[in-house]
């Protein structure tokens, strides 16, 4: 079980980055600041950004590409870390699928933008 949570922390730094990455290459900077979320009974530590006042196509980009670089990590995964590839890939899909209920202040979603 601590080895699933670790790569559930690994899959949401990933997002994170993508996040970062994203708005970077698209000239503008986005900055973090800890949050915190519930599922259900367990307290969830959240890294949570504001979106800077751009273009609503930029912004929509920049939120999406969370999962987007989520999920396309995954095959590079499986052909240079084999052996954590699985481990990734769970983590990734379980943190897309609980991602509604932990985030569900809408300030902070980025769910709004799909």
Not at 78 to 100: K, R
């Amino acid at each position: 079980m601590f080895y699933f949570l670790g790569f559930i922390i690994l899959a949401g730094l990933v997002h994170e980055a993508g996040h970062w990455i994203t708005a970077v290459l698209l000239g503008t900077s986005i900055k973090f600041e800890m949050f915190s979320s519930k599922l259900g009974p367990i307290t969830i530590p959240r890294l949570v950004w504001d979106m800077p006042d751009i273009k609503e196509w930029k912004q929509r980009f920049i939120a999406q590409s969370g999962f987007v670089v989520e999920f396309i990590l995954i095959p590079f995964v499986y052909v240079f870390i084999p052996n954590i590839a699985i481990w990734y890939t769970l983590a990734t899909i379980f943190h897309f699928m609980t991602y509604p209920w932990y985030s569900a202040d809408k300030a902070y979603t980025d769910f709004q933008w799909f």
